[in-house]
């Protein structure tokens, strides 16, 4: 039996954060071996051939993601494939197509009118950027070996070369077997990256790769585009082409600037983002990568919705958790119950209540834990418009700056109960223009209680966790105002399609973000809420989010709450 010898390879290599969940692989280059490889320090570096399949699993902690992947290489033939998540989306790199080659890409397509439809994108190169087979195993050329180690069992030959650019500073590791004596292909079997940045003085990235079926045999008619599919351009901005096209590519990229690099530049451009020093800049572009990363890879895994890059990409998970200001409590105080003949009630298919005009513009509140109070005034502006018919914007600044004294506390978080509470002592809610507009922190309260409308005769809690109570509420009082679990990067970047997000938790003690629930419906025999976010209209389609039923998903109906007018 023909004994295996296990080589490690480490290089270090200083990028910047710029790069994108694909630029994890920094040290994947797309170079072709020599066929003699190079000897270092008395020893053969490893050499994987020139065609080549292997399987990997690749793990982005920071990102929170855990991605498959499998890749076909064939250097002779110009060309290569790979494909994520077993296949749901399919990556082509035709290097003998047109005349500087052609990538395609085949993936789910899931929108308000369709739902994961198989589409072809495709995306020629050009005399300056040819496609080119696309490898997902390093070349180590640069790097030197340094010990021997045991990983999983192997005995193993450890390489490293250690480059640093700027203030960051990357360590790789690879680790391989290959026939001793033999000049048949390396097999890989695990990869780790981790970098670290001097000024940040802290690790501000990490990935991990582990391989399994490498072989050097390949079936030809793998590169084969599936039949009967007519290939469109890549939708998006023109920056983003390349990592949709090739999301491996900027793995393989060894610049210190890529894609991604230009692709933080528009965002700053387009949100108008100016940061206070340099640390500020090097801890958004950290937060931008790992986000974007993030959002790429959950659209390749072929789910029920799509997210996007949008004006959260550079803020941290603690900032994100500052805009979720629901406080929890089991007790409502003078909350009615729901009317059991109310339940009873025949409601239609859908509703949308923004077709009827009883739903104000999407507003957003900023870096503050007000959601609360746009979930109060939202509930109060549709039962207002169903008894007057006209459509009244609310003042959300006026409850952040006066209700302290029912128990919410501002921008650090409130309860809808609360502020009903407040109002039916106080006499009502002022509008947005009496009051004053919206600031986006704690302020100074002040009003007149000649100038308050919307006076609360009570409010009520539907039954929690009955689907069709909620249901007959939103047809028969308007909007309700509910609570959810929305502590997910998914939520965050949510685009659209149906949101189900399995780690979404649906107990009381579990919901940390207030609302609007202004309708339901059903698209592609998928129930669900029509929700109004309070993040603006660059978040979700336009501000809004449609929430799956399935399973109560993120506890849409544990806390939900209309009111009456008197």
């Not at 983003?240 to 900027?250: G, R, V």
Request: charged letters at 20%.
């Amino acid at each position: 039996m023909r004994r295996r010898r296990c080589i490690v390879i480490s290089s270090g290599c200083l990028v910047s954060l710029d790069y994108t969940m694909w630029l994890l692989l920094a040290g994947f280059v797309l170079l072709v071996c020599a066929a003699d490889a190079t000897p270092v320090g008395g020893r053969t570096v490893p050499d994987f051939g020139k065609m080549h399949h292997v399987k990997g699993l690749l793990s982005l902690p920071y990102a929170e993601i855990k991605e498959p992947f499998e890749a076909w290489y064939d250097l002779k033939g110009n060309r290569s494939r790979i494909d994520y998540y077993h296949g749901t989306v399919c990556t082509f790199f035709i290097g003998n197509d047109f005349d500087y080659g052609a990538t395609y890409k085949i993936t789910p397509v899931t929108t308000e009118t369709e739902f994961n439809t198989m589409k072809c994108f495709q995306l020629n190169g050009t005399k300056e950027d040819p496609i080119l087979p696309t490898k997902a195993l390093p070349d180590l050329q640069g790097f030197e070996f340094e010990k021997m180690e045991y990983y999983a069992g192997n005995l193993c030959e450890v390489w490293k070369n250690v480059t640093q650019v700027g203030h960051k500073k990357n360590t790789y590791r690879l680790w391989v077997t290959r026939p001793e004596g033999n000049d048949s292909p390396a097999t890989p079997h695990h990869y780790e990256m981790m970098g670290f940045n001097t000024l940040l003085g802290s690790h501000y990235d990490k990935y991990l790769i582990d391989y399994s079926d490498f072989s050097p045999q390949i079936d030809s008619d793998i590169f084969k585009l599936p039949g009967g599919m007519t290939c469109g351009d890549f939708p998006g901005p023109g920056l983003e082409h390349h990592l949709l096209a090739n999301p491996i590519q900027d793995l393989l990229h060894t610049s210190p600037v890529g894609h991604a690099h230009r692709m933080f530049g528009h965002f700053k451009e387009k949100y108008e983002r100016k940061y206070e020093n340099e640390k500020e800049h090097e801890e958004r572009e950290h937060n931008f990568v790992h986000n974007i990363r993030y959002v790429h890879s959950m659209n390749r895994a072929g789910l029920s919705f799509s997210l996007s890059v949008n004006h959260l990409a550079d803020r941290s998970q603690e900032e994100l958790a500052m805009m979720r200001g629901h406080k929890r409590t089991h007790v409502h105080k003078n909350a009615q119950h729901f009317p059991s003949e109310i339940r009873s009630i025949a409601t239609p298919d859908s509703i949308d209540w923004r077709l009827y005009g009883a739903v104000t513009p999407v507003k957003d509140q900023a870096v503050c834990g007000s959601c609360w109070s746009f979930a109060t005034t939202g509930t109060l502006e549709g039962a207002l418009f169903l008894k007057t018919g006209q459509l009244t914007s609310l003042s959300q600044q006026m409850l952040v700056d006066c209700t302290w004294g029912f128990g919410n506390n501002g921008c650090d978080g409130g309860e809808e109960w609360r502020a009903f509470e407040w109002m039916m002592k106080h006499g009502g809610i002022s509008t947005t223009e009496s009051y004053g507009g919206y600031m986006g922190m704690n302020g100074l309260c002040h009003f007149n209680k000649s100038s308050m409308v919307a006076k609360l005769s009570g409010y009520t809690n539907v039954t929690s966790g009955d689907i069709v109570a909620l249901k007959a509420a939103i047809f028969k009082f308007g909007p309700a105002a509910v609570s959810i679990d929305a502590a997910h990067r998914s939520f965050a970047f949510y685009s659209n399609g149906v949101y189900y997000e399995p780690a979404c938790k649906n107990g009381t003690d579990d919901l940390d973000h207030a609302v609007l629930a202004v309708g339901y419906g059903i698209m592609n025999n998928e129930p669900y809420w029509l929700v109004k976010n309070s993040w603006s209209t660059y978040w979700g389609n336009d501000g809004y989010i449609l929430m799956s039923m399935k399973d109560n998903n993120c506890g849409v109906v544990t806390d939900a709450t209309y009111v009456t007018l008197a």
